[in-house]
């Protein structure tokens, strides 16, 4: 897909040292320090919208909003409206709808999903959401859900906060541009416990999703990596 025919996309995501985001029975998922959290809300206020799948929603206390006053205002510095478009994404359409991000309207809700939902389900999506759109499989046609958020909502910086298969998804239609990663200075192991793309996975060296370094530097005590796509 050429670029310019969809928002720049890049993926922000907290990890362990051994590439975990979550301990195995998905218990914890918060572990960076207040310095992640900083970066992770300056990086929300470079994006037009901020997309998550539905059960990082549903799981956790979140509204994918800029953060508070200091964040809003570097927004429009920025040059951005002073609060974040919000996306959720869920294929099923099953997402919990007393979810702490409904419970907040400061900006639009979209929820991004697929032909599959039955459409008593889709009427429930409408009224929880500003607007929904639907893709015409029974999977979500990532490539058109991007035009269109470009072309309807004028959205031209895309931030991704996961889950996983959210992750696995775009890296595997080759949709992000930009990845950053805080690595943390913890080990949780266990096959079960979840990495940054939950899928499959690709079946050899050549069909990986490719990156350079970009950047890389140490933050007391974690390293904040920056990663660009080679396409």
């Known amino acids: 897909m050429n670029p310019s025919q ?11 040292a051994d590439g975990k985001i979550a301990t195995a029975n998905r218990a914890v998922t918060t ?3 207040p310095r992640d959290h900083d970066h992770l809300l300056k990086l929300r206020a470079t994006a037009d919208a901020v997309m998550a799948g539905a059960r990082t929603v549903d ?3 979140v509204n994918l909003g800029p953060g508070g006053a200091k964040y809003q205002r570097r927004r429009l510095k920025n040059g951005l409206a002073e609060y974040n478009i919000r996306i959720i994404v869920s294929g099923s359409g ?3 709808p007393r979810a702490e991000i409904f419970k907040h309207r400061f ?6 999903t697929s032909g599959r939902v039955p459409a008593a389900r889709l ?5 929880l959401a500003d607007d929904v759109w639907t893709s015409d499989g029974g999977e979500i046609d990532f490539p058109a859900a991007l035009a269109w958020l470009q072309s309807r909502w004028q ?5 991704v906060e996961g889950g996983a298969e959210l992750n696995a998804a775009l890296f595997r239609q080759r949709l992000v541009d930009e ?7 913890r080990v949780f192991g266990g096959r079960a416990a979840p990495t940054i793309a939950e899928s499959a996975g690709a079946p050899s060296l050549a069909a990986a999703a490719g990156f350079h370094i970009k950047s890389l530097r140490r933050r007391g005590g974690e390293l904040f990596a920056i990663f660009g796509s080679v396409g």
């Open 6 to 16: 969809r928002p720049f996309v890049f993926v922000n995501m907290a990890m362990t």
């Open 31 to 33: 572990f960076g320090s």
């Open 59 to 61: 799981t956790e206390a």
């Open 94 to 96: 099953t997402i919990n």
């Open 107 to 112: 900006s639009p809700v979209i929820i991004l």
């Open 123 to 127: 009427k429930s999506l409408r009224a």
């Open 155 to 159: 959205i031209r910086r895309l931030l």
């Open 179 to 185: 990845l950053h990663v805080t690595i943390c200075p």
